[in-house]
């Protein structure tokens, strides 16, 4: 998506839960009562990537509590719901007010993801003991996740079904209407009107440009948007089936394949990094050649052990005056969450420069010779190598057969490469696959024939 706006997404996403949500709600009401924030697990998760636990507390919310778990009642406060609205989520929230005598708290303030039905808002409606307590019910069209500044995705996981379910129109339309909801609460957010292009050959790209063409167009018609228009272009992943299958030099790519990182959390040793805003390593060198990273985090540390806060730590520099020793203190918990991250990485570079993801056999890393299967994918996509010289399929098969001991999971991918980039004869194809079980194989030729997928 491109868009003149100069302030990123994810600010704009960050005040309208701030301001939009939480500050409204706080006009309305006064600063005198307690809130406490409830989430479910889509919200949980979409927050968790552009707000901390401060931001939330600096608010003023008291706490913040998740809709799916049994929680304390607290009659004399405030709770503000901000959830999708499924139907599990919906039915939850109508349990927490189904006793009038015990509610789970005094009043309610819903603010939904996205669009909201009449006939589940009818629903709502019929519940008079809920909606006595209901003081506010806004859509504030957030439905998405903020992976970076400006960059976003849908949270939809299992969205390649749409590829398998040519004649299940009931299934079809239920995930390009899950799409397009979600994709408007982007354009929404930005408060923009682009212009909305697609992909010619994609009957499904074409469907949900059409529609949110016409979403756009509607909302837009009583309010104000920016002057200067940009462009949403919808692709989907047949335009590109390698990109996915492709090993990446960055740092954040590589971690992310030998590291148990799920929405931006890191999960290693019984502990949780949240790759977060205090994380100024990652910030830093997240798009940066791994290789890079393992030299400049090194030198880094050792500038930062050499700090007066370090020294202090480790006892070998004096505070001889109270102006020395308040400086000191005042950047000590700074120094701590610093130390906690440069901790943090250097583990991970420690296991990178040893967790051995592409060969069965151990090797020293400087052994492995990761660069020649990073060479050999760059050549099977793009017929060429590194000197721009012409590969023939025999060439690239042969590159292919020299890669020896990899790993099954390695050896897939690069298969899956290979089907949907060559044009080899199956007697071929089956010849390279040998070993591998005929489900695995059934799965290279579903993968390898997505870029020929034709959905009516």
């Known amino acids: 998506m491109q868009s003149i706006l100069t302030t990123p997404l994810k600010k704009h996403v960050w005040n309208r839960v701030m301001l939009d949500i939480i500050q409204e709600t706080k006009n309305t009401v006064g600063d005198d009562m307690i809130f406490i924030l ?46 999708s609205p499924c139907e599990e989520s919906l039915s939850i929230l109508c349990k927490n007010f189904e006793d009038p005598l015990k509610p789970q708290y005094g009043r309610a303030h819903l603010f939904f993801t ?81 212009y ?34 940009g462009i949403i272009l919808i692709l989907d992943r047949t335009v590109d089936v390698s990109a996915p299958l492709l090993h990446d030099h960055a740092y954040q790519c590589i971690i992310h394949e030998i590291m148990d990182v799920r929405d931006n959390v890191l999960h290693y040793n019984s502990k949780d ?41 480790r006892g070998s520099v004096n505070l001889d005056n109270v102006e020395k020793m308040a400086g000191v203190m005042q950047n000590m918990k700074s120094y701590q969450i610093e130390s906690n991250n440069f901790g943090t990485h250097l583990r991970m570079i420690e296991k990178l420069t040893t967790v051995n993801i592409f060969f069965n056999h151990k090797k020293d890393y400087k052994d492995l ?11 099977i996509v793009s017929g060429v190598n590194n000197q721009g010289e012409k590969l023939s399929p ?27 980039n060559l044009s080899l004869n199956e007697k071929d194809f089956k010849t390279l696959c040998g070993g591998i079980e005929d489900y695995k194989l059934s799965a290279i030729y579903k993968l390898g024939w997505l870029g020929n997928a034709n959905i009516e």
């Open 273 to 313: 990094h949240q790759f977060g805003e205090t994380d100024h390593l990652w910030k830093k060198y997240k798009t940066r050649h791994f290789a890079e990273v393992l030299v400049e985090v090194s030198n880094e540390f050792k500038v930062f052990m050499n700090n007066d806060i370090s020294k202090v730590q």
């Open 196 to 229: 909305v292009q697609f992909q010619k050959s994609s009957n499904i790209c074409e469907q949900v440009a059409q529609k949110l063409n016409g979403k756009i167009g509607d909302f837009y018609e009583k309010r104000t948007f920016n002057e200067k228009r």
């Open 369 to 379: 010779h990761i660069d020649k299967i990073f060479e050999l994918e760059q050549e």
């Open 38 to 83: 409830v989430l479910d697990d889509y919200t949980a998760k979409m927050i968790n990537t552009f707000l901390s636990m401060t931001d939330l507390l600096n608010a003023g919310i008291f706490s913040v509590e998740k809709l799916e778990k049994v929680r304390e009642r607290f009659p004399m406060y405030h709770g503000i719901y901000f959830i």
């Open 114 to 194: 996205q669009r909201i039905t009449n006939r589940t808002l009818d629903k709502l409606c019929i519940n008079e003991t809920f909606i006595k307590r209901v003081l506010t019910l806004k859509e504030v069209n957030i439905s998405f996740l903020v992976r970076d500044d400006n960059l976003f995705d849908l949270g939809m996981s299992t969205a390649l079904e749409i590829f398998t379910v040519k004649y299940n129109n009931d299934l079809k339309n239920k995930i390009i209407t899950n799409i397009l909801d979600r994709l408007f609460t982007v354009v929404a957010s930005l408060k923009d009107k682009p």
């Open 394 to 420: 025999k060439e690239l098969i042969d590159h292919f057969s020299k890669m020896s001991d990899l790993k099954e999971e390695e050896k897939i991918r690069l298969l899956v490469l290979i089907h949907a």
